[in-house]
């Protein structure tokens, strides 16, 4: 099991814990993370730009091919718009031919169909639920779980092909394998909020606000998230969310670590224990 | 040696006053705007660095740690730069300050100094030559190089190939070799000086004309002669192996050589350019010798974006402390977005110097909207801090310079859209007329009809939409829902969509695109109307609305030089 590993650009600054875990955990289940120097996903540009956007993705895909590696993310945004860009090129010859001029000024070639997955897809097609829940040293049994899907994972389905977009089961299948109890809730594949945050901050706080009141009403202890920029938009301080107590939005990665006993629980676990070991 | 002396104060005058005037140059606080953020802790800190001095003098600034790290030719290139320009300055140039009070029997034409001399020269030009391989050979350095690249490079090679070709142009000239005899010779009889010619000449390769006696007889002589009187101060001019191979290889056209008296010349162009590189120390890459050291010190071989001691001063030395190796660019996680929108202000070793300028208030608007879109384009994955050989904090710059950007409402095409109406900015858009972007990429999703002629206005794409959920008044709130902006595109009125803020405050999230019973891209769609619209108001460098908007002052059109405060929710917000 070895990957590309392609963490996206806001890990470094801006979440670096989510590195450390993604890392640890892959080490511990024996998921080798290949760094190469990757571009930019595509993803923040595809507003403005389209060229630039497909550009950047196809550029990565190259980077891989090079090293003969399939591209694995935690992050589901540039997961999407990596998956995204391969639809586009598959669909549009005059932005493929565009790209194609690019990537030979680089002198770089057109790559062949490079896999791309987002992490919980490596999980549970290369360890599966079955090996997580033997490698569990302390299961987070009484944990009430709401698995916050992801919009550009799941969304368009043909495209990402990453679940069923109407029906998902991958992150529960992963979380309850360690012992975890998912919730069932309403707006559980609904978006986050962070595509505008900065550009509508009114509407970006009103749709996490929502999301989160949802999954309290529906009894969950902490959020799973399984993306760079859902993380960083609930973890954004904001003055409402003080005032209502809400779920914590935990990393799954975290949550994984906790129970395989790799780090101590990253929230306080029902048995009343802050720590996991 | 007195027109020397005018010519080394004047340099001198200059390099101070430029120093002096960039360091004093008040930054205008639209550019980098930040406030002291640690003055309390600010003496620890400083201690802090200082105890650390003397381990970042050595790993950071001697031996090139962050060089190394980046690019290990780089470092190779800089190492043999620094260390043999360095020696030349120390104990060439400055020689009456440093060799000859602090070294017993000094003399430049002995060894070894004559000799360190030319290895010193030689690793230079070695280093120089690198550079010049790396400026041309690397395909993403070509954008990131400009006339100051050059200009330093060229130089820092000419100063050292001018001082070779002095040397080599004194070692074959008679009047050199008769200005050394009138001084410091005196003959016994007339057949001294043709021996002693004969022996310069065969031995040391002064070309005389006619031609010294090469009679073996009259060279031992010579040989006699010159240790005798000569050899205290001049070792053979073999040692000084660069410049006797220069010699030896414009002899034959030695005659004219010395005739032109080309050795003077070489002299007013060594020292000419010396003082040329001195005068111009202040200006561009140039400073990073005094710049980039002292950053280094104060960056305690951190290489993250943490900003310690946490203080404008601090913030400052790292501003101008570029070296312009273009490092960052070439691994700049946008520097494909660069390759597509040609922008060079995406790339950061281009954007700093934009971002200098501007903080000098010397750019124009279009240059600011420029600067504002490199600024904008950066994703913040600290790639180029990380990898700075000269340890410039560049994070902690551009997240500054991004917030000034913001601040006046220069933070791109969202914020420029928010501050007219969407039928205003129909009406400007409409006149305006399809961009070249529409022209030649064109015949996208909005404006194919396929795309959308499916649609059967079933509002299933409004009713699945979580941004219309959120909005109390989605008619008031966001001007057109998903569905009515499907059936303006299917009527052939897209000017009428592509300000409208359900396109711009789209979430992206898909779902109306995932539950369309007829399989119609509407998310893409709302994604290329936004492209379309920014790429009209690109065109016509737009960074406010030309009209006077809702809540906003009136201004006249293009007036987009002065900062205005961002009219927050001037089409309404849903409370």
Redesign the interface.
């Known amino acids: 099991m070895k990957y590309a590993y392609f963490p996206g650009c806001k890990i470094a600054h801006h979440l670096p814990d989510y590195g450390t875990s993604v890392r640890s955990l892959c080490t511990a289940l024996g998921i080798t993370l290949v760094p190469l120097e990757f571009s930019c996903c595509g993803w923040p540009v595809r507003h403005e730009n389209a060229v630039a956007s497909v550009f950047s993705a196809v550029r990565n895909f190259a980077v891989a091919a090079r090293a003969g590696l399939s591209i694995v993310t935690p992050c589901k945004c540039c997961f999407g718009n990596l998956k995204y860009a391969q639809a586009r090129m598959a669909s549009d010859a005059g932005l493929a031919a565009e790209v194609g001029n690019l990537l030979g000024r680089e002198g770089l070639p057109l790559p062949d169909r490079v896999e791309v997955l987002h992490l919980l897809n490596v999980l549970d097609r290369d360890i599966g639920a079955d090996r997580l829940r033997e490698r569990t040293v302390r299961p987070l049994h009484g944990l009430k779980v709401a698995c916050h899907y992801g919009c550009h994972a799941l969304r368009p389905g043909n495209v990402t092909e990453f679940d069923d977009p109407l029906a998902p089961t991958v992150f529960e299948r992963i979380l309850t394998a360690v012992g975890a109890t998912t919730v069932e809730w309403d707006l559980r594949l609904e978006c986050c909020g962070n595509p505008l945050r900065g550009r509508d901050d009114t509407i970006s706080d009103a749709l996490m606000r929502k999301k989160r009141e949802n999954a309290r009403a529906a009894g969950a202890d902490v959020l799973a998230t399984g993306c760079t920029y859902c993380q960083m938009q609930f973890a954004a301080p904001s003055g409402e969310e003080k005032t209502h107590p809400a779920p914590d939005a935990i990393l799954f990665t975290q949550l994984l670590e906790a129970a395989l006993g790799l780090a101590p629980a990253p929230c306080a676990m029902p048995d009343g224990t802050t720590e996991a070991r | 040696m007195t027109v020397f002396r005018l010519l080394l104060v004047s340099a001198v005058c200059l390099c101070l006053a430029g120093i002096i005037r960039r360091y004093a140059r008040r930054l205008s606080g639209s550019a980098l705007p930040r406030q002291d953020r640690s003055r309390g802790r600010t003496p620890w800190q400083i201690t802090h660095i200082l105890l650390h001095l003397p381990v970042t003098l050595i790993t950071d600034v001697l031996l090139l740690r962050r060089t190394l790290r980046t690019s290990p030719y780089r470092w190779v290139m800089h190492a043999l730069t620094l260390s043999g320009f360095t020696g030349l300055l120390l104990f060439h140039a400055l020689d009456d300050v440093v060799s000859r009070p602090f070294i017993a029997g000094y003399e430049s034409t002995l060894d070894p100094w004559q000799w360190l001399r030319n290895l010193l020269g030689g690793l230079v030009v070695a280093g120089c030559l690198m550079a010049l391989v790396r400026r041309l050979r690397t395909?993403?350095l070509r954008p990131a190089t400009r006339l100051q690249d050059w200009l330093f490079m060229g130089m820092v090679a000419g100063i050292v190939l001018s001082g070779f070709a002095l040397e080599a142009t004194k070692i074959i000239s008679p009047n050199v070799f008769n200005r050394m005899t009138d001084t410091y010779f005196v003959p016994e009889s007339d057949a001294d000086i043709p021996a002693l010619q004969a022996f310069w000449s065969a031995r040391n390769g002064v070309r005389f004309s006619p031609p010294a006696g090469t009679d073996a007889e009259l060279i031992a002589r010579g040989a006699e002669l010159h240790a005798d009187n000569c050899s205290y101060c001049h070792a053979d001019t073999s040692s000084a192996f660069l410049s006797r191979a220069l010699a030896t290889a414009i002899s034959p056209a030695a005659d004219a050589l010395n005739a032109a008296q080309t050795d003077a010349f070489f002299w007013f162009l060594h020292v000419g350019l010396a003082l040329a590189g001195l005068a111009l120390l202040p200006y561009g890459k140039f400073l990073h010798p005094v710049a980039t050291p002292l950053n280094l010190v104060l960056r305690n071989r951190r290489h993250d974006?943490a900003t310690i001691p946490d203080t404008a001063t601090a913030a400052r030395l790292g501003f101008e402390a570029c070296t312009r190796c273009g490092e960052c660019s070439l691994?700049?996680?946008?520097?494909?977005?660069f390759?597509?929108?040609g922008n060079p202000n995406i790339l950061p070793s281009e954007k700093l110097v934009s971002l200098r300028k501007h903080a000098a208030g010397a750019l124009d608007t279009s240059a600011i909207n420029a600067l504002a879109e490199g600024s904008r384009?950066c994703?913040?994955?600290?790639?180029c801090t990380?990898i700075c050989p000269s340890g410039i904090n560049l994070?902690d710059l551009w997240l500054s310079s991004k917030q000034a950007l913001r601040q006046q409402a220069l933070?791109?095409?969202?914020t420029t859209i928010r501050q007219c109406t969407a039928t205003q900015w129909a009406e400007v858009l409409r006149t305006q007329g399809a961009s070249r972007f529409e022209q030649v990429?064109g015949n996208g999703l909005a404006d194919r009809a396929e795309s959308f002629w499916g649609c059967v206005q079933c509002t299933t794409c409004t009713s699945v939409c979580?941004?219309v959920?959120?909005?109390e008044a989605p008619a008031k709130d966001l001007d057109l829902t998903p569905q009515q902006i499907m059936n303006l595109l299917r009527m052939g009125l897209k000017d009428q969509t592509l300000a409208a803020?359900m396109v711009?405050?789209c979430?992206?999230?898909?779902?109306c695109?995932?539950h369309c019973p007829q399989n119609i891209?509407v998310?893409d769609i709302l994604?290329?109307l936004?492209?379309i619209a920014?790429?009209r108001l690109r065109e016509r460098d737009l960074t406010a609305c030309p009209l006077p908007g809702p809540s906003a002052p009136a201004r006249a059109p293009m007036d987009n030089a002065l900062p205005h405060p961002a009219p927050k929710?001037s089409s309404g917000?849903?409370a």
């Open positions: 395909r993403g974006a691994h700049c996680s946008v520097a494909p977005h390759a597509a929108m384009i994703t913040e994955c600290m790639r990380d994070q933070d791109g095409p969202n990429r979580p941004v959920a959120v909005s803020r711009w405050s979430t992206t999230c898909y779902k695109q995932e891209q998310a994604f290329e936004r492209q920014t790429e929710g917000d849903p």
